[in-house]
């Protein structure tokens, strides 16, 4: 009997899906369809529910086994344990994490919500606070604590958006850690296809795709009657626009570098983010609330992932810093929550939230193509990446490593200098691997998915590089090789990119890069051990090219790295 009583709380609770989700889940796989039968689900429903379910169900269950049973053929019997081992243990942690952050989420959730239930009726019996209650009150009174929530709640975020600004301005935005970390980041992962999915992207939130979908919502609200909610349309648009400009003013912050042409307005706040905040929630809720959808999370969850794609596509195309970012989701979280305030004073007019919906749609499909047709290549070439600049030397200076911006350093894709770059070769790429591949160096096989369990489960990884290449000035190497030495139980890797230096007189580019063995394992668990290496002429040739100089340099660099000493080589052309 308990068994049942469940079956049938876990079908009402989840309607139809509970066809789908009870073959998963073993205690109520055979009570489901029954309860179904008795609540009086349709046939048509349940044969659908049940034949998708029935497929997916045989290889969800045995596909782990079949990737691991791969896997083990494929691995040596310990490194295959292994990855079982950490495969079971990481996704316990993750469930365990997402658990645990939810039950924290409610509970806290709960206690606030009965604080602050306690404090509206103290409020209200209280002479003082008396006209507090009239001006926040909610059109129902069962429900007019929720008032005092929404208020606390949007002074939290006005106070955090004020003590950003003050931050931003004084700090100023490109010397905070965050923003540089974040810009080089997304720099470093530009490629022409994501150029144009974060550019289709970023015109969700343009505001000249917004605002108009905005006024054709109100004139169609007032048109159809509904002037309440066709004035808080209309509010929420006037006080986006009017906190962004004021905003903008006030930080007076410059927008990042690096682009062909950049807009010529402040920085913070992000506009777009502002605006997408503002509008495809405000948005969200009211149909939710017009509809009366009670299982709401999934829903929640869809736009919050949509938000953060804007939000990304504004880092990623570089015409944004994160702080630009929180600031926007800060204020458009504030405008929505001060004017949710004000609408909740009065009952919903009857609006008919399909009206409503394809109202929207259409306003935002029309505004949204037209403004994407009319400016999408022009500003692909504006958001196109720019250069760094180009610094000159004399051929001497170089080979003596005398004068400023000498390459010694590579830094990571969040702008941290991470490597020594140990080698610096003036020549041909195509020579240069030429030579290399005639004196013991190989072109190193590409990734596949064994490298893939290797880097997951952070087993012995000696043969294999990371699947992440290492970058300088935001780019990949141009050329990447490997090698084996003492006698194949040691494998070295040479990286090598193109500089932006320009030696005067030479025919040639400056290649700079590194050589350095391949960690036995990338794992922030285990200590790695030292992957430093002495560079020397007989480490990169078996047998010296005859037409090549190469020099032997030490450097004293005042940095973090050990050791402060470093050996480099310069080869160039005879």
């Given at each position: 009997?308990?068994?049942?009583e469940?079956g049938?709380?876990f079908?009402?609770k989840?309607?139809s899906?509970?066809v789908?989700?009870?073959?998963?889940?073993g205690p109520?796989r055979?009570?489901?369809?029954?309860?179904?039968?008795?609540?009086?689900?349709k046939?048509?429903?349940f044969?659908?529910?049940?034949i998708v379910?029935a497929?997916?169900?045989a290889p969800?269950?045995m596909?782990p086994?079949i990737?691991?049973?791969a896997?083990?053929l494929e691995l040596?019997t310990?490194?295959?344990?292994?990855?079982?081992?950490?495969l079971?243990?990481?996704?316990f942690?993750?469930?365990?994490?997402?658990?645990?952050?939810q039950?924290?989420?409610?509970?806290?959730?709960?206690h606030i919500?009965?604080a602050l239930?306690?404090r509206?009726i103290?409020?209200?019996?209280?002479?003082?606070?008396?006209?507090?209650?009239?001006?926040?009150?909610?059109?129902?009174h069962?429900?007019s604590?929720g008032?005092?929530?929404?208020?606390?709640?949007f002074?939290v975020?006005?106070?955090?958006?004020l003590?950003?600004?003050?931050?931003?301005?004084f700090e100023?935005?490109?010397h905070?850690?965050?923003?540089d970390?974040?810009?080089h980041?997304?720099?470093?992962?530009?490629?022409?296809?994501?150029?144009?999915?974060m550019l289709?992207?970023?015109?969700?939130?343009?505001k000249?795709v917004?605002l108009p979908?905005?006024?054709i919502?109100?004139?169609?609200?007032?048109?159809?009657?509904?002037?309440?909610?066709?004035?808080?349309?209309l509010?929420?648009g006037?006080?986006?626009?009017?906190?962004?400009?004021?905003?903008?003013l006030l930080a007076?912050?410059?927008?990042p570098w690096?682009?062909v042409?950049?807009?010529?307005s402040f920085?913070?706040?992000?506009?777009?983010?502002t605006?997408?905040?503002?509008?495809?929630t405000?948005?969200?809720?009211?149909?939710?609330q017009?509809?009366h959808?009670?299982h709401?999370?999934?829903?929640y969850?869809?736009l919050?992932?949509f938000i953060?794609?804007?939000?990304?596509?504004?880092?990623?195309?570089?015409?944004?810093?994160?702080?630009d970012?929180l600031g926007?989701?800060?204020l458009?979280s504030?405008?929505l929550?001060l004017?949710?305030?004000?609408?909740n004073?009065q009952?919903?007019?009857n609006?008919k939230?399909?009206e409503?919906l394809?109202v929207?749609?259409?306003a935002?499909?029309?505004?949204?193509?037209?403004?994407?047709l009319?400016?999408?290549?022009s500003f692909?070439?504006?958001y196109?990446?720019l250069e760094?600049p180009?610094v000159?030397?004399?051929q001497?200076?170089?080979w003596?490593?005398?004068?400023?911006?000498?390459?010694?350093y590579?830094?990571n894709r969040?702008g941290?200098?991470?490597?020594i770059?140990?080698?610096?070769w003036?020549?041909?790429?195509?020579d240069?691997?030429n030579i290399?591949?005639?004196n013991?160096?190989q072109?190193?096989?590409k990734n596949?998915?064994?490298d893939?369990?290797?880097r997951?489960s952070?087993v012995?990884?000696?043969?294999h590089?990371p699947?992440?290449s290492?970058?300088y000035?935001?780019?990949k190497?141009a050329?990447?090789?490997?090698?084996?030495i003492?006698?194949?139980k040691?494998l070295?890797v040479?990286?090598?990119?193109e500089?932006?230096i320009?030696?005067?007189?030479a025919?040639w580019?400056l290649?700079?890069?590194s050589?350095?063995v391949?960690?036995?394992?990338y794992?922030?668990?285990?200590k790695?051990?030292?992957t430093a290496?002495?560079l020397t002429p007989v480490?990169?040739f078996t047998?010296?090219?005859a037409n090549?100089?190469v020099?032997?340099?030490?450097?004293?660099l005042?940095?973090?790295f050990?050791?402060r000493?470093?050996?480099?080589?310069l080869?160039?052309?005879?």
């Amino acid at each position: 009997p308990a068994l049942l009583e469940n079956g049938e709380h876990f079908f009402r609770k989840y309607g139809s899906m509970s066809v789908f989700i009870g073959r998963f889940v073993g205690p109520v796989r055979a009570l489901v369809p029954l309860v179904a039968g008795m609540l009086g689900l349709k046939p048509v429903r349940f044969y659908i529910a049940n034949i998708v379910s029935a497929i997916g169900w045989a290889p969800a269950y045995m596909l782990p086994g079949i990737l691991l049973g791969a896997a083990s053929l494929e691995l040596p019997t310990d490194v295959a344990v292994h990855v079982i081992f950490m495969l079971f243990v990481t996704i316990f942690l993750i469930m365990f994490i997402i658990w645990f952050i939810q039950k924290m989420f409610r509970l806290i959730g709960k206690h606030i919500d009965k604080a602050l239930t306690q404090r509206w009726i103290h409020m209200t019996n209280s002479a003082f606070f008396k006209p507090v209650t009239q001006l926040l009150k909610h059109h129902d009174h069962q429900k007019s604590h929720g008032q005092l929530i929404l208020t606390t709640w949007f002074i939290v975020l006005g106070c955090a958006l004020l003590y950003l600004l003050i931050y931003v301005m004084f700090e100023g935005s490109q010397h905070i850690a965050i923003n540089d970390i974040v810009f080089h980041f997304f720099r470093s992962i530009r490629t022409p296809s994501r150029d144009n999915i974060m550019l289709a992207l970023t015109f969700l939130g343009d505001k000249k795709v917004l605002l108009p979908v905005m006024v054709i919502l109100f004139g169609w609200l007032i048109f159809r009657k509904y002037t309440y909610t066709a004035w808080h349309v209309l509010a929420l648009g006037i006080l986006a626009a009017g906190g962004i400009e004021i905003l903008k003013l006030l930080a007076h912050s410059s927008r990042p570098w690096g682009l062909v042409h950049n807009s010529e307005s402040f920085s913070f706040p992000s506009g777009h983010t502002t605006l997408t905040v503002i509008f495809y929630t405000g948005l969200t809720l009211l149909l939710m609330q017009l509809a009366h959808i009670k299982h709401r999370r999934f829903i929640y969850y869809l736009l919050t992932l949509f938000i953060l794609a804007v939000s990304a596509s504004r880092l990623y195309l570089g015409v944004h810093w994160f702080t630009d970012v929180l600031g926007g989701w800060l204020l458009g979280s504030s405008v929505l929550l001060l004017v949710a305030i004000s609408y909740n004073r009065q009952k919903n007019e009857n609006i008919k939230p399909g009206e409503l919906l394809s109202v929207a749609l259409i306003a935002l499909i029309l505004c949204y193509g037209q403004y994407a047709l009319r400016h999408f290549n022009s500003f692909k070439q504006d958001y196109a990446l720019l250069e760094r600049p180009v610094v000159t030397l004399s051929q001497d200076a170089w080979w003596l490593q005398q004068g400023k911006n000498l390459p010694f350093y590579r830094t990571n894709r969040f702008g941290l200098s991470t490597q020594i770059l140990n080698l610096q070769w003036l020549g041909s790429l195509t020579d240069i691997e030429n030579i290399l591949l005639t004196n013991g160096w190989q072109i190193p096989p590409k990734n596949d998915w064994i490298d893939v369990l290797h880097r997951l489960s952070d087993v012995n990884s000696t043969e294999h590089l990371p699947l992440v290449s290492p970058i300088y000035l935001d780019k990949k190497p141009a050329l990447t090789l490997v090698k084996w030495i003492q006698g194949g139980k040691k494998l070295v890797v040479l990286r090598l990119w193109e500089s932006r230096i320009v030696i005067q007189n030479a025919a040639w580019p400056l290649q700079v890069g590194s050589v350095e063995v391949v960690p036995r394992t990338y794992s922030w668990l285990f200590k790695r051990k030292a992957t430093a290496i002495a560079l020397t002429p007989v480490l990169l040739f078996t047998h010296m090219p005859a037409n090549y100089e190469v020099k032997e340099i030490t450097v004293h660099l005042n940095s973090s790295f050990h050791p402060r000493t470093q050996y480099m080589l310069l080869i160039k052309p005879k």
